[in-house]
């Protein structure tokens, strides 16, 4: 069963295109990444799936509706993790979630349990009575998420929930969201964290400029670039290189730097790490250490956007 | 409906969890009332302080000193030149008579002279002792005519002048000026504290779009019209609260005489709430932040409240200012309840209150406007 199904769907602010005629469709049960740099679509085409925004051109069905004629009924089963927490610092943490939740029409005992639940989901049930300005900007996420998941929705958007958080946090809602999906929701999830994308996501989109320019399973976006390698060489100082003159060596696809590690995506089949190597020795850079590794989701990226996630 | 209930209570818990806000909004319009009665509360019944300098010694001169001194509501202190403008300038007199050494002769000459009046309070304090001597003085004058010149005539009549047992019966009539003005003081302040606070209920809209949890409250299944609806009723319901709470406050427990009904009141005040809500809504839908809303909202609140005339009598400001002030809602509740004061009926005053009507709905229909062509998320990323 298709939970989503966007067809060409175009966003124009003013005469700037910020969706590109996109269509993704996922599947019930899906764990589905949204990757792109800043400014590539992903928080406009969120906005858009959830009724936040007014498409210039295209179609969005949730749960085989569309989202503005059925709006009540395609935002009753989404839940939506916003990028910036919204919560309320003058409600308590029990406050914040019964507040979010009775706006999904739940009332009396049902609404005190589902609270409850969605706090103990979370790890704050303890916390519940607290202030979030008292909270770790990792609880105040969680109470974010709490907020979002309690009225049970099938299709939960986060939009990048482990943003400016501690390492256990972070973990914390990585397997959160691995049990939300065991329990049968389908998630869009959207982040900087190339990692975390790689180990939660199911299938992954790729957006630039405001269009999918990749989508498929990590194995098959990695299979897009078969004919690469990646060659990444610790060096001491990075003050003398240049990138261009890396760039220009024949096979050579595309180069950054990553703190103090130059990396490179090559064509496999041309020996040119004698020449790369030459070049670094010219301009007497002292090499640590030279690995050469299988490409991943982040060689992917940078192929086919030219940039980094983070840029 | 439960959608909307749903969102009052939770702007109703979140505003006075703060107890400032309490204060802010159920205490300050009673701040109105305080200086109504500061400014008029103690002007009744008060005793006029008179000084009186004698310089001649006969008898129509010490007559009319113990005329004065029989005066209601005067006090008649006999003092000397030396001390006279420093009592005076001072203020422990409010004014001061000196009697000259002819005055008694020009009198019987039929010619009132050689009486001065001293005072820096002007004719609010004089005019009251300057017409109860002079109609003295005028008698006296005139039994001196009657007499035609015979010095045995004039001094029996006016010793029988002097002698006389008038039957005088005093009737008090009502000083309502004092009640109209406190009136208009009161609400004046009422109004004010008013525009105040639904700039503040709406600046809340402002505050939860620049927090993003107003995009996320219209994620859910709540519209736009349902949030802004349940923003405007807790608007409206405070100012209703302080509409009867300073009413109540005014009349039963502070006893201003308003001349007009609490329900009279009551309905055109609430009319105003309306006008209120509606304009601080107009003034959200074109802020770009929540700090220009609120500096906006008190650049539009003081002026038109000065303007509007809610802090002095109307009649007092230049015309220019009373044109202008026709174009501020809160000149027309305050010249409906004028016109209630002098007797006019609640229905006769409908132009009036279509009028408030009228605003109300601009700023609503401007609002509306604003709001569907403002509804960009990326104006608050």
């Known amino acids: ?311 | 409906m439960k959608d909307i209930i749903w969102l009052i209570r939770k702007i109703i818990r979140v505003t006075f969890r703060k107890k400032g806000n309490i204060l802010l909004y159920f205490g300050g319009p009673l701040i109105g009332i305080l200086i109504a009665f500061l400014a008029y509360g103690g002007s009744d019944q008060q005793t006029l302080k008179v000084g009186i300098i004698n310089q001649d010694s006969a008898q129509i001169a010490g007559d009319t000193v113990h005329f004065l001194e029989h005066l209601e509501n005067v006090e008649v202190v006999k003092i000397n030149e030396s001390t006279l403008k420093d009592q005076i300038a001072t203020g422990k007199l409010d004014c001061a008579i000196i009697l000259g050494q002819k005055f008694s002769e020009s009198i019987e000459n039929g010619i009132p002279d050689h009486i001065q009046l001293v005072s820096i309070k002007g004719a609010e304090v004089t005019s009251f002792v300057k017409s109860y001597l002079y109609q003295y003085l005028d008698n006296i004058t005139a039994l001196k005519r009657a007499a035609n010149g015979d010095p045995e005539v004039y001094q029996k009549m006016y010793d029988r002048f002097q002698q006389a047992n008038f039957k005088l019966q005093v009737e008090t009539l009502q000083d309502t000026s004092k009640g109209k003005n406190m009136t208009i003081m009161t609400i004046g302040f009422l109004l004010m504290i008013m525009l105040i606070s639904a700039g503040n209920f709406a600046e809340i809209i402002m505050k939860e779009k620049e927090n993003r949890t107003y995009f996320r409250l219209i994620s859910t299944p709540i519209n736009v019209r349902k949030y802004v609806l349940a923003n405007i009723a807790v608007s409206m319901m405070v100012m209703v609260v302080q509409v009867l709470l300073t009413l109540l406050m005014a009349m039963k427990v502070f006893h201003i005489e308003m001349n007009v009904s609490f329900w009279q009141m009551a309905v055109l005040l609430t009319l105003f709430a309306l006008v209120s809500a509606g304009l601080s809504l107009m003034v959200v839908s074109f802020a770009s932040s929540s700090r220009a809303a609120g500096a906006l909202h008190i650049l539009i609140t003081i002026p038109s409240c000065l303007l509007a005339g809610c802090f002095w009598p109307f009649d007092l400001m230049p015309k220019v200012v009373q044109r202008i002030a026709q174009f501020m809602p809160q000149h027309w509740v305050l010249e409906t309840i004028n016109q209630l004061q002098l007797g006019y009926s609640f229905g006769s005053l409908y132009l009036n209150l279509m009028i408030l009507l009228a605003f109300a709905a601009v700023f609503f229909l401007f609002s509306v406007y604003k709001f569907g062509r403002n509804n960009d998320v990326r104006n608050f990323a």
């Open chain 1, 1 to 311: 069963m298709k939970v989503l199904e966007v067809k060409n769907l175009t966003k124009k602010f003013d005469g700037f295109i910020a969706v590109d005629n996109i269509s993704l469709s996922i599947n019930e049960g899906e764990i589905f990444g949204l990757l792109g740099p800043n400014g590539a679509g992903k928080s406009t085409t969120i906005n858009l799936i959830a009724g936040l925004l007014r498409s210039s051109e295209g179609e969005i069905k949730i749960l085989g509706k569309n989202n503005m004629k059925h709006s009540r009924y395609t935002k009753m089963n989404i839940g939506i993790v916003p990028q910036d927490l919204a919560i309320y610092e003058d409600l308590t943490a029990f406050e914040n979630v019964k507040f979010f939740a009775g706006l999904y029409g739940l009332r009396g005992t049902e609404l005190t349990d589902r609270v409850q639940e969605a706090l103990e989901f979370v790890g704050l049930l303890d916390m519940q009575r607290a202030y979030p300005k008292n909270f770790s900007g990792g609880m105040k996420r969680r109470l974010n998420i709490a907020c979002a998941i309690a009225h049970r929705p099938k299709l939960i958007i986060m939009d990048e929930p482990t943003v400016g958080i501690d390492p256990h946090s972070r973990n914390y809602i990585l397997q959160s969201i691995h049990k939300l999906n065991e329990m049968g929701c389908t998630i869009i999830y959207t982040s900087h964290y190339m990692e975390e994308v790689e180990e939660i996501c199911t299938r992954i989109s790729i957006m630039d400029h405001g269009k999918v320019i990749a989508e498929g399973t990590k194995e098959q976006l990695i299979a897009i670039i078969t004919n690469t390698k990646d060659i990444w060489i610790e060096v001491k100082s990075v003050e003398q290189i240049d990138i261009e003159k890396i760039k220009e060596i024949n096979g050579v696809k595309t180069v950054s730097l990553d703190k103090n590690v130059i990396k490179i995506n090559s064509e496999i089949g041309i020996n040119n790490l004698n020449n790369i190597l030459l070049y670094l020795m010219n301009q007497k850079v002292e090499i640590g250490s030279l690995e050469e590794r299988e490409p991943n989701l982040e060689t992917v990226f940078l192929t086919l956007t030219g940039r980094n996630l983070r840029d």
